[in-house]
């Protein structure tokens, strides 16, 4: 009872559920039940900017800046896993319920959970790179947020340091004032072929989220398919806050500002 229109590349166990250890993603036989019903909610929810082939080219696309992903990559930006490798599903769920601040994607929160789900069982079908274990790795582990942060004093230093250790590391692409202007900005591009600008940091919203932890989330991650990549072995912890204490001091705000 295999439906006419299913895509041959489905493997011919993907009705097998076997249970993966808590904590730790790999690639897991589709569910045909959750993919079916996936199908359904990104037919009425996201086909008109990823495209009825997953390849970002629905009908809204060509007016889209950025573009809508194409999943057939299996390449994520927003993630807790390190460079090049998949999201976790919270990952994914976290995009799909919260969007992604300043683009088309939306908050898709009148959907179920289990509509999440499922639209994530379809997103996954659409790359090869989901059913192959050395894509997955687990989570990145972050350090909390140092205690100086909320000292309006001791964290006036931390600006200081950061803003020159933003010049070095990050202005080439971002820009002195950190605007998303840099010198080497115009020429960006990301592995999809679309022009990839450096994110204008000082927006009140930003897509990988407005949290210092956010920040340094996308320090250690970096952002699979464009020009951002890991600072991890670049930059020291605390050379990281140091630079998160100074973006979040030139960050603008986002409604009208109240008393000094
Ligand atoms: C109105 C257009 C639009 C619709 C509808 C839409 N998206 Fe998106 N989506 C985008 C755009 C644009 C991006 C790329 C944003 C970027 O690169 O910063 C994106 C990116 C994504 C990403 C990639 C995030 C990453 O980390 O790289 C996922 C996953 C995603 N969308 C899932 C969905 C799902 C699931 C639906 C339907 C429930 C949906 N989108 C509906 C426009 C849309
Ligand atoms: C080689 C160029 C390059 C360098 C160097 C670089 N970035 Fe980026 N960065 C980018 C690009 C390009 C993007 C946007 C990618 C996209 O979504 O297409 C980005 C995105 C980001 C984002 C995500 C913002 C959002 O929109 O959610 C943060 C945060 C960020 N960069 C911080 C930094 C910091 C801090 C440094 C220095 C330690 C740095 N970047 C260095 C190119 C660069």
Redesign the pocket.
């Known amino acids: 009872m295999l439906s006419p229109t299913m895509p041959p590349r489905l493997p011919a166990l993907c009705l097998l559920i076997l249970a993966t250890p808590l904590g730790a993603e790999e690639p897991a036989p589709l569910d045909f039940n959750l993919y079916m019903q996936g199908r359904y909610v990104f037919e009425r929810n996201c086909i008109v900017c990823h495209g009825p082939r997953g390849d970002g080219n629905g009908e809204l696309s060509p007016t889209l800046k950025?573009r809508p992903r194409s999943f057939r990559e299996g390449m994520f930006?927003f993630r807790t896993t390190p460079l090049g490798m998949l999201p976790t599903d919270d990952d994914l769920r976290r995009t799909i319920r919260g969007g992604l601040s300043?683009t088309a994607m939306g908050m898709f929160t009148q959907l179920s959970d289990e509509e999440v789900s499922a639209v994530i069982t379809y997103v996954k079908s659409f790359s090869r790179r989901w059913r192959k274990a050395e894509n997955y790795a687990p989570q990145v582990t972050l350090p909390p947020t140092p205690a100086w942060f909320k000292e309006d004093g001791a964290r006036q230093t931390h600006v200081v340091a950061g803003a020159k250790?933003?010049a070095v590391?990050?202005a080439?692409?971002?820009g002195d004032k950190a605007d998303g202007k840099g010198p080497?900005a115009v020429a960006?591009k990301?592995i999809w072929g679309h022009p990839?600008?450096?994110?204008d940091?000082r927006q009140p919203h930003?897509?990988?989220g407005d949290a210092p932890g956010d920040?340094l989330r996308?320090?250690a991650t970096g952002?699979n398919g464009?020009?951002?990549?890991s600072?991890d072995q670049t930059?020291t912890e605390a050379q990281r806050w140091d630079?998160i204490a100074f973006?979040m001091s030139i960050r603008l705000p986002s409604g009208p500002v109240l008393g000094g």
């Open positions: 950025p930006k300043g250790l933003f590391n990050c080439t692409c971002h080497a960006l990301d990839a600008a450096p994110s940091l930003l897509r990988c920040l996308v320090l952002l464009t020009a951002m990549v600072f930059l630079i973006l």
